[in-house]
């Protein structure tokens, strides 16, 4: 029977509230880790074979795949694409490990997601995190040889609360600003490829250094804030920067330009969650986004950890 029987593992998900793909060239970034993660267990399996079960937020089972130890060869699975990307991930740990993959000989792992996998709040960063836990293997190395980018994500991973990230080193904060409660994270349904993102902003050549610099010090802008006034002011300039040299327009453009507050995208642009500020009551601005169709919008308090 494999050792890793009755293991359990949590990881958080995560937010790029600042730095962008700038966080790739070394500035530094506000990362916030989400109460809602992902959670692994490791059960006994029927055989020798590994199985893997993955699970959604509501329960269902979204993912299945059997695989044969020691080579990891597929045997079956109700979706091919995940399970050859799942297969390539595993080899690439036990690559890396001093285990070799009998060591999962006869477990059946089940991944258990408390946000919608669609949402873009981490779901592969939990799973490096949980594989390289699991294995010995370095998280970061591990990340470079399979999706790629800055890390932070799995610096949020098992992180207390917010941190300062920069190459790979992560510095935990105290973000929790006295207006909070007029914080909001909005569901744009956009979800975005991280790879994608990273080849395009890649795509744009050498960043200068001055650049980087502007972002690590609107970073620390952010993080000192001291109220609402002063944190939209860092939105726009903020907003107003990162859309110049991506050539993208800003999601307040795009989607909210009548809204009072203000609207900074996160991470990837274009896709997954926004943060949105608002001095009105909750139930008018839950209203206002509703009326566009948006109708998943998080409290401050309820999204970060």
Known sequence: MSSFIGKT???????????????LDDAVALALPTKMGQRFE??????????WESYDSDGSCWFSGTYAIPDLELIQSNQTEVALRLQQLLRQVFSHSNL????LSGCNIQAHLEFSR????????????????????????LLEATFGGSGYDLACAQATGPILYQNK????????????????????????????GIQRYRALGQIASETIAT????????????????????????ETLV???????????LWFADFWGQIKSLGAWGGDFVLATSNREAAETKAYFQKYGFTVLLPYAEMVL
């Open 42 to 51: 490791i059960l006994e399996g029927k055989n020798s074979d590994l199985t």
């Open 243 to 253: 859309a110049k040299i991506l050539n993208l327009p800003r999601a307040q453009e």
């Open 100 to 103: 070799s993959s009998q060591a």
């Open 169 to 196: 080193t992560a510095q935990l904060v105290k973000f929790q600003p006295d207006f909070a409660e007029q914080l909001y994270f909005v569901y744009l349904g956009k979800k975005q490829n991280s790879r994608e």
């Open 215 to 238: 972002v690590s010090q609107l970073t620390h802008d952010f993080l000192k804030s001291p109220d609402l006034d002063a944190f939209e002011s860092n939105i726009i300039h903020h």
């Open 118 to 141: 669609h949402w873009g709040l981490g779901s592969s960063s939990t799973l490096i995190s949980f594989l390289a836990e699991l294995t010995g293997v370095n998280p970061y190395q």
């Open 9 to 23: 593992y949590r990881a958080q998900g995560k937010l790029l509230l600042t730095g962008e793909y700038f966080v």
